[in-house]
């Protein structure tokens, strides 16, 4: 959500102007450390060659349609290596849920339920291990509102992924015109000082 009003007018000022206001974890976005952890990183800490890297693509788009509560197991990432290659290592893991589809009904786009709870798809803990640990992945993203499942209310994912401290992206969109491999992206932040994430244009540059 942003909210914005006019700040300035032609026939009162002599020019036109408008003033903005959005939290650090609004659309697109980068989730930092800091979200978490109180000496964690914070948005402007991100060195700009961590913020250009290879990517992956895990589409379960499928298997998430009539599933809001599907977890990405490290069996599905066993599944994804033997048909397209091991994933290469410092490449950023992306999850494809379709989710962004829903984006214009908020309603949607996070399940909310009758309890308050959320429903939408994400990583488990367990494949999140495994990339960090075995695949040196150079974090997570998602086009759902949270890399771990909506379900998950200790955001066990994002708190594991910040700790290394390696990035982590939500609210992404198009991931369905990536490639399984072979795509570049670059993260452009706004460098909000001593903030929790920021607002981020995200960019991938396919073969």
């Not at 942003?2 to 102007?17: M, P, S, W």
């Not at 895990?58 to 349609?65: I, K, L, N, S």
Request: hydrophobic share 40%; charged share 20%.
């Amino acid at each position: 959500m942003v909210d914005v009003a006019v700040a300035a007018t032609i026939e009162k000022n002599g020019y036109y102007l408008q003033r903005f206001a959005m939290g650090e974890h609004s659309g697109t976005h980068l989730t930092a450390p800091s979200s978490f952890y109180a000496d964690g990183a914070v948005p402007e800490d991100y060195p700009a060659d961590q913020l250009a890297v290879p990517a992956v693509v895990f589409d379960v788009a499928g298997r998430c349609e009539h599933n809001p509560d599907f977890s990405f197991a490290q069996v599905d990432l066993q599944a994804w290596e033997a048909e397209h290659g091991r994933v290469p290592e410092g490449s950023l893991a992306l999850l494809y849920t379709g989710w962004s589809a829903r984006w214009r009904q908020p309603a949607e786009y996070l399940g909310n339920d009758a309890e308050g709870r959320l429903h939408f798809p994400g990583f488990s803990l367990e494949a999140a291990q495994f990339l960090m640990e075995e695949r040196r992945s150079a974090g997570l993203g998602t086009d759902t509102a949270g890399v771990e499942p909506g379900t998950d209310e200790t955001f066990s994912v994002s708190r594991f992924v910040l700790a290394q401290p390696r990035i982590v992206l939500e609210n992404l969109t198009n991931l369905e015109q990536l490639p399984p491999t072979g795509s570049l992206l670059v993260m452009g932040l706004l460098r909000l000082v001593g903030g929790s994430g920021a607002p981020a244009s995200v960019t991938a540059f396919v073969p």
